[in-house]
T-cell receptor, first 113, second 113 residues
């Protein structure tokens, strides 16, 4: 496996469900990110983790709960979502302190029904 | 707060044309700037990374320039091909190499055979 891998690729969940998105990076980077891409809107940064520590929460509702157990894995736990949370969720990683080039996964297409 | 504008929003050209995509940003205190390509429903593919001290970067038929002081970057695509059809995104990285990227709406390019 190379690059940044996200699972699942597609997810349909009801508003009362609990689900998790997974991201794994194989690049040896020290920072990982969650972005949200809604229709007709620019990508929005949600969370930033540097060296497993959360350094930014961009005013994201508490129904989104990130977890970073180590520098290679990032999760986004979802619960009691709303239909407007339907979007493409993208994970990225980069090496802070070096060139800083960011690499993205293929995303998880989330539909909340 | 960094704001990114990409012009034009959409572009349709015949194969073989040379193209210029424009990006402007409001805060010139950036660490770097990346250009990405996004195919429909997919993740982002990094095309070029320009450090704040650089003026341009080239990769194959792609050339990106950066004028940090005026808050502008340009992506030049030479001899466009139908396979270049995608959305192109510009993303300046914040000062201090935090890895945080701010995105514009992108330019959606269609290259007709």
């Amino acid at each position: 496996e190379t690059g940044v891998t996200q699972t699942p690729r597609h997810l349909v969940m009801g508003m009362t469900n609990k689900k998790s998105l997974k991201c794994e990076q194989h690049l040896g980077h020290n920072a990982m990110y969650w972005y949200k891409q809604s229709a007709k809107k620019p990508l929005e940064l949600m969370f930033v983790y540097n060296f497993k520590e959360q350094t930014e929460n961009n005013s994201v509702p508490s129904r989104f709960s990130p977890e970073c157990p180590n520098s290679s894995h990032l999760f986004l736990h979802l619960h009691t979502l709303q239909p407007e949370d339907s979007a493409l969720y993208l994970c990225a990683s980069s090496q802070v302190g070096a060139l800083g080039e960011a690499f993205f996964g293929q995303g998880t297409r989330l539909t909340v029904v | 707060k960094q704001e990114v504008t990409q012009i034009p929003a959409a572009l349709s050209v015949p194969e073989g044309e040379n193209l210029v995509l424009n990006c402007s940003f409001t805060d010139s205190a950036i660490y770097n700037l990346q250009w990405f390509r996004q195919d429909p429903g997919k993740g982002l593919t990094s095309l070029l990374l320009i450090q704040s001290s650089q003026r341009e970067q080239t990769s194959g038929r792609l050339n990106a320039s950066l004028d940090k002081s005026s808050g502008r970057s340009t992506l030049y695509i030479a001899a466009s091909q139908p396979g270049d059809s995608a959305t192109y995104l510009c993303a300046p990285g914040g000062s201090g190499n935090t890895g945080k990227l701010i995105f514009g709406q992108g330019t959606t390019l269609q290259v007709k055979p």
